[in-house]
């Protein structure tokens, strides 16, 4: 991790991981004492955070928060596996870290948010695997397809959280997250039926990379049948007015996998004004 680029994006998955422990639990916390949020305000701040998170430092490290999300990618070939251990630790240590704060601040708290099955532990491992599906898929969806807008990916995700904690909450905390609910677990030595939110995102990376590999071979197709069309008009940033239909079917696919792991600017610059103008194109995508 001696090289900066690297440093910071995998900063930037423990600050957003310790953003959503931090607001997220910290809503749990907060209602269970005071009542003011209700569970309706719980799930919305989750919702929230990641929201905001994403817009924030998803240009920097793609945003995962979740190692569920990680290994997705990586197994889709949409981020080095190199990186995968520097991304899940930059979370759990980011998750580890909220919970510490919230500890701190509400010492007389028992739980911290952590998330604890209500009734059947089978049911909410059902539950999780239902909810961390409809997740991958707007991920995928709104990431790794080139028609999709790329500036309302962290709405679309927030909202997708925020809707699956609404339905999903009362029944098994709506983790879709291991890192969210180890570190509340970790701090607070609340470890029941825990192992649920491990399984269930032992099964999410095959299930998002199956997601990605769908989306993103839908998004070829849309491509080779717009042939005529420029890439500033497929892909949304200046990418020079070569012709799609012209570059051979790797440079192609190399352009669907940029695309995918950078998406677009939040502040609505394309890849090659956001990056100085150097090509970003390297060894992380690889067809």
């Known amino acids: 991790m001696s090289d900066l680029p690297f440093v910071r994006r995998a900063g930037a998955e423990a600050v957003g991981t310790y953003a959503l422990v931090t607001a997220g639990c910290g809503a749990i916390v907060v209602n269970s004492d005071t009542g003011a949020l209700g569970h309706v305000g719980v799930a919305l701040t989750f919702g929230l955070v990641i929201m905001v998170m994403i817009a924030s430092v998803g240009h920097i490290s793609g945003a995962h928060f979740n190692p569920a999300v990680t290994v997705a990618f990586a197994l889709a070939r949409h981020l080095p596996w190199r990186d995968v251990p520097a991304y899940v630790l930059a979370q759990v240590a980011g998750a580890?870290?909220?919970?510490?704060?919230?500890?701190?601040?509400?010492?007389d708290t028992d739980s911290l948010g952590a998330t604890v099955p209500a009734g059947s532990a089978l049911r909410s491992l059902g539950l999780e695997v239902l909810l961390t599906a409809v997740l991958m898929f707007v991920i995928t969806a709104v990431v790794t397809d080139t028609r999709a807008v790329g500036q309302l990916a962290a709405v679309a995700i927030g909202a997708t959280v925020a809707l699956d904690a609404l339905w999903g909450g009362p029944v098994s905390g709506a983790s879709m997250n291991p890192a969210r609910s180890f570190g509340p677990a970790l701090v607070s030595g609340t470890w029941?039926?825990?192992?649920?939110?491990?399984?269930?995102?032992?099964?999410?990376?095959?299930?998002?990379?199956?997601?990605i590999r769908m989306v993103a071979r839908a998004?070829?197709?849309?491509?080779?049948r717009r042939g005529g069309e420029s890439t500033r008009e497929l892909f949304g940033h200046p990418a020079g007015e070569r012709k799609v239909g012209d570059v051979g079917e790797r440079e192609e696919a190399g352009a669907l996998c940029l695309h995918a792991q950078l998406g677009a600017q939040p502040d609505g610059r394309g890849l090659a004004e956001a990056h100085g103008g150097r090509s970003v194109r390297g060894p992380q995508c690889r067809h």
Request: proline fraction near 0%.
């Open 96 to 107: 580890v870290s909220g919970a510490l704060t919230l500890r701190l601040l509400f010492a």
């Open 219 to 224: 998004g070829r197709r849309g491509a080779s």
């Open 192 to 211: 029941d039926a825990h192992w649920v939110y491990w399984l269930r995102a032992a099964g999410g990376g095959n299930r998002g990379r199956i997601h």
